[in-house]
């Protein structure tokens, strides 16, 4: 068998980073977070959004990249999982991987710090989350409780808190925003380890999962969600958010009715009816942020 070739290693390097399963809440979620703090400290949009909005991508394709990297042995075991693994396809070398993902994990860090001190911290404590939930000799994703908190913070509320913590350094009330959006990710977590079951059992984990049987971790990502709800809801009322948003609100949701899958949000056919709205509910949240966003933007610019 040849050698790959550096165009076959770089591409093999890009699927491993599996970038359209996050960017799509990578974003939105930093902008959030990022116009909650401007609206409570009342300071414009600058560059440094940009640079942690590049961080924050970093930083979750770093978790995706050596996921992939420690998980390949396991992955070999079951079809589906090793065809979208480069490194158990032998796409790419294990060596070859923890060097590319040495060199995100520096330049992460070098956006982050544009940010300032406290973002800073915020994208330490991810990028570390990101390493011992699949590193094997701690790998928090294969202990109950560990796997769901681990994952939720890294791939979200810190994720909302580095935008926030770029304009402002008091959260208040903001932290049923960020409750709001962990929960979401809990529910996320519950629901991919529910699609993984037995692939993660033949493998010996121990996860949340695992040790609440297939119905508790079905009724677990319900509570997760209607507590996610109450969380924003809270906030709703707290006037975190403008109330104009509620019209684009409304408006999005026929808008996202468009957008019908038959596939949940990692493209894989869905274990549970929640899994066939995870996309409209995506593109409901891209829509108001969006449109918020573009509203604080020309107000900006109007004033200036």
Avoid at 272 to 300: C, E, K, M, Y
């Amino acid at each position: 068998m040849s050698a790959p070739t550096l165009q076959s290693q770089l591409s093999g390097l890009i699927r491993l980073t599996r970038w359209k399963e996050y960017v799509p809440f990578v974003i939105p979620l930093t902008i959030l977070g990022a116009l909650l703090a401007t609206q409570r400290a009342e300071v414009g949009l600058d560059w440094r959004l940009v640079s942690v909005i590049i961080a924050n991508i970093l930083a979750v394709a770093y978790a995706f990249m050596i996921n992939d990297i420690e998980d390949a042995p396991d992955d070999a075991r079951d079809p589906d999982r090793a065809a979208r693994n480069p490194i158990t396809m032998g796409e790419i070398g294990i060596r070859f991987g923890y060097n590319a993902c040495r060199i995100v994990a520096i330049i992460t860090l070098a956006f982050y710090a544009m940010g300032g001190g406290a973002v800073l911290l915020i994208g330490v404590g991810t990028l570390v989350l990101s390493h011992l939930y699949s590193w094997r000799p701690v790998r928090l994703k294969a202990w109950p409780i560990t796997d769901i908190v681990s994952h939720s913070l890294m791939l979200s509320g810190l994720l909302l808190l580095a935008g926030y913590y770029t304009y402002h350094n008091e959260p208040g009330i903001v932290w049923f925003v960020a409750a709001g959006v962990t929960l979401v990710s809990v529910y996320g977590q519950l629901y991919n380890q529910l699609r993984d079951f037995e692939t993660d059992k033949a493998a010996g984990l121990h996860n949340t999962a695992i040790l609440l049987g297939e119905r508790n971790t079905r009724l677990a990502m319900y509570l997760s969600i209607a507590l996610a709800g109450l969380s924003l809801l809270a906030a709703v009322v707290q006037m975190v958010f403008p109330l104009w948003l509620g019209l684009v609100l409304l408006i999005s949701i026929p808008i996202s009715m468009l957008f019908r899958s038959q596939t949940d949000m990692r493209g894989t056919a869905y274990v549970d009816a929640s899994g066939s709205v995870q996309l409209q509910g995506l593109v409901i949240v891209n829509l108001i942020i969006t449109v918020w966003l573009i509203q604080v933007i020309a107000t900006q610019l109007l004033i200036l």
